[in-house]
């Protein structure tokens, strides 16, 4: 009896998704070769479309199983090399859109790359406008990139001179963005808009200056990317959205409010309030005769210097509140310095050094991981609490007051003899009346040492009484 044949294994349907790819990536290159594709376009339509590679791939594969089964062949699977470059083309995409998202122009200003060398020549516009400004108008400035001055003009119009830089490979190609990219000033109403238009030339890197010269009475409202700014004499308020910029602003009798992100902004001579919101690099204000309000992100360091009226800090490792600042302000990420603040005064703050000098009347201060030095000028009540840090207080001499110190895992000090200091194993305690009694003193610290010294009244600028106001307890973000 003659043994079966053995079965013969169906033939596997060959796969004609590798010819496909083969023959449209050499369509791809023969016409960027040719002139005929833009590579940087090709690159951006990759970096937005690459999923759809993935979708025609699974399209093929599924019309490769459907006609296989229909013939009865093996359909083939996914090799080791199919594989390799589905897992490549999901890294590259995913690479090219996070790419496309960024801003290259600010990446160049903020790292002051010239793109001359790589991208063409630097061409140079200069251009002058002048407009009728509507007597009660306002102004708002937009422009991407490039520095803005804002100043005072004579007379009733807006004078704006410009100074335009552009990369091109050529004049003629220069010449044709510089066309596209002519500022823009329109009215509606009481509100007058100058757009720098450096967007006119798509994507290209286009940088304008703009010098502008206005009514004073004018409000300003400025939004500007990579690019100085400064406001100058005005009479109304001042407005300011700021990314990666430079912000200056003196001599404003209205309000000046900003908004800046990766900013540094210096204030001077403003007869109004002044607000800071964001996440801000320097902060410095200076002879401001209204209130400050700072709600934000503080990177590298605030500086306050001569404010009038009420100060509110905000961040989310410090929240300070007080009446008056008739002396100066540093704080940055590891200090907070300050002579002459008029309180009441209300601080939560973690992980800073604190040395209060000249101060006057009531506080309530909270820290942690940080040292607290406090030489009061004119002695109000007192609340200090401190997380392993040590805190000392130096008091004129024949002041009165009241003490209750309590520092656990540490030791009271004191030079005053009213003061009893009682010390167990995890505790030491100091507690009294000093002269004829007045002010009440609450201090209490873990892990550290409270000192209570006399010392000599400070020298202020001029004389401060403490405000009656009142104040809202301030707690930690």
Same mark, same amino acid.
């Given at each position: 009896?003659?043994?079966? %044949?053995?079965?013969?294994?169906?033939?596997?349907?060959?796969?004609?998704?590798?010819?496909?790819?083969?023959?449209?990536?050499?369509?791809?290159?023969?016409?960027?070769?040719?002139?005929?594709?833009?590579? %940087?376009?090709?690159?951006?339509?990759?970096?937005?479309?690459?999923?759809?590679?993935?979708?025609?791939?699974?399209?093929?594969?599924?019309?490769?199983?459907?006609?296989?089964?229909?013939?009865?062949?093996?359909?083939?699977?996914?090799?080791?090399?199919?594989?390799?470059?589905?897992?490549?083309?999901?890294?590259?995409?995913?690479?090219?859109?996070?790419?496309?998202?960024?801003?290259?122009?600010?990446?160049?200003?903020?790292?002051?790359?010239?793109e001359s060398d790589w991208f063409g020549e630097k061409y140079e516009y200069e251009n002058e406008l002048t407009e009728d400004f509507p007597a009660g108008a306002s102004l708002h400035v937009t422009n991407t990139r490039g520095a803005v001055h804002v100043s005072g003009s004579s007379d009733a119009h807006i004078h704006v001179s410009t100074h335009k830089r552009i990369q091109a490979t050529s004049q003629s190609e220069a010449d044709k963005y510089?066309?596209?990219?002519?500022?823009?000033?329109?009215?509606?109403?009481?509100?007058?808009?100058?757009?720098?238009?450096?967007?006119?030339?798509?994507?290209?890197?286009?940088?304008? *200056?703009?010098?502008?010269?206005?009514?004073?009475?004018?409000?300003?409202?400025?939004?500007?990317?990579?690019?100085?700014?400064?406001?100058?004499?005005?009479?109304?308020?001042?407005?300011?959205?700021?990314?990666?910029?430079?912000? %200056?602003?003196?001599?404003?009798?209205?309000?000046?409010?900003?908004?800046?992100?990766?900013?540094?902004?210096?204030?001077?001579?403003?007869?109004? *309030?002044?607000s800071i919101e964001g996440r801000a690099n320097d902060v410095s204000l200076e002879d401001i005769k209204g209130s400050v309000h700072l709600d934000g992100e503080f990177m590298e360091s605030v500086k306050l210097a001569k404010i009038a009226q009420s100060v509110l800090l905000k961040s989310s490792r410090t929240e300070m509140q007080f009446s008056r600042l008739d002396g100066d302000l540093n704080l940055d990420s590891g200090d907070l310095q300050?002579?002459?603040?008029?309180?009441?005064?209300?601080?939560?703050?973690?992980?800073?050094?604190?040395?209060?000098?000249?101060?006057? !009347?009531?506080?309530?201060?909270?820290?942690?991981?940080? %040292?607290?030095?406090?030489?009061?000028?004119?002695?109000?009540?007192?609340?200090?609490?401190?997380?392993?840090?040590?805190?000392?207080?130096?008091?004129?001499?024949?002041?009165?007051?009241?003490?209750?110190?309590?520092?656990?895992?540490?030791?009271?000090?004191?030079?005053?003899?009213?003061?009893?200091?009682?010390?167990?194993?995890?505790?030491?305690?100091?507690? !009294?009346?000093?002269?004829?009694?007045?002010?009440?003193?609450?201090?209490?610290?873990?892990?550290?040492?409270?000192?209570?010294?006399? !010392?000599?009244?400070?020298?202020?600028?001029?004389?401060?009484?403490?405000?009656?106001?009142?104040?809202?307890?301030?707690?930690?973000?």
């Amino acid at each position: 009896m003659a043994s079966p %044949s053995p079965s013969v294994p169906p033939r596997r349907q060959l796969s004609f998704s590798g010819p496909i790819l083969l023959i449209s990536l050499g369509i791809i290159f023969l016409l960027g070769t040719m002139g005929y594709l833009n590579w %940087s376009r090709l690159g951006n339509w990759f970096a937005h479309y690459w999923p759809v590679l993935l979708i025609l791939a699974g399209v093929i594969k599924l019309i490769e199983y459907q006609m296989a089964q229909r013939q009865g062949l093996r359909t083939s699977g996914l090799s080791a090399g199919a594989i390799l470059l589905t897992i490549l083309l999901i890294v590259c995409g995913m690479m090219a859109t996070q790419a496309s998202r960024l801003d290259w122009g600010g990446v160049r200003d903020q790292f002051n790359f010239d793109e001359s060398d790589w991208f063409g020549e630097k061409y140079e516009y200069e251009n002058e406008l002048t407009e009728d400004f509507p007597a009660g108008a306002s102004l708002h400035v937009t422009n991407t990139r490039g520095a803005v001055h804002v100043s005072g003009s004579s007379d009733a119009h807006i004078h704006v001179s410009t100074h335009k830089r552009i990369q091109a490979t050529s004049q003629s190609e220069a010449d044709k963005y510089n066309a596209k990219t002519n500022p823009q000033i329109s009215v509606s109403g009481n509100r007058v808009t100058l757009n720098a238009n450096n967007q006119g030339a798509g994507d290209h890197w286009v940088e304008e *200056d703009l010098e502008i010269s206005l009514p004073r009475k004018a409000a300003v409202e400025v939004s500007t990317r990579f690019g100085d700014l400064s406001v100058v004499g005005r009479d109304g308020d001042v407005t300011v959205s700021a990314q990666h910029n430079d912000v %200056s602003a003196s001599d404003i009798n209205g309000k000046v409010d900003l908004s800046l992100e990766h900013s540094s902004a210096r204030v001077s001579q403003v007869s109004s *309030d002044v607000s800071i919101e964001g996440r801000a690099n320097d902060v410095s204000l200076e002879d401001i005769k209204g209130s400050v309000h700072l709600d934000g992100e503080f990177m590298e360091s605030v500086k306050l210097a001569k404010i009038a009226q009420s100060v509110l800090l905000k961040s989310s490792r410090t929240e300070m509140q007080f009446s008056r600042l008739d002396g100066d302000l540093n704080l940055d990420s590891g200090d907070l310095q300050a002579n002459n603040i008029v309180g009441p005064l209300r601080l939560a703050t973690r992980a800073k050094d604190i040395r209060l000098a000249g101060l006057s !009347g009531d506080v309530r201060l909270e820290d942690k991981d940080g %040292s607290v030095e406090i030489r009061p000028r004119k002695l109000g009540s007192m609340q200090v609490e401190n997380h392993k840090g040590d805190v000392q207080i130096y008091l004129p001499p024949k002041v009165g007051f009241q003490v209750d110190a309590r520092a656990r895992g540490g030791e009271v000090e004191t030079d005053f003899a009213e003061i009893k200091v009682e010390s167990s194993d995890d505790q030491s305690t100091g507690a !009294g009346t000093v002269g004829s009694g007045g002010p009440r003193l609450i201090v209490n610290v873990d892990h550290g040492t409270i000192e209570i010294r006399k !010392g000599s009244v400070e020298a202020s600028n001029e004389p401060a009484e403490p405000s009656t106001s009142s104040t809202p307890t301030v707690t930690e973000n």
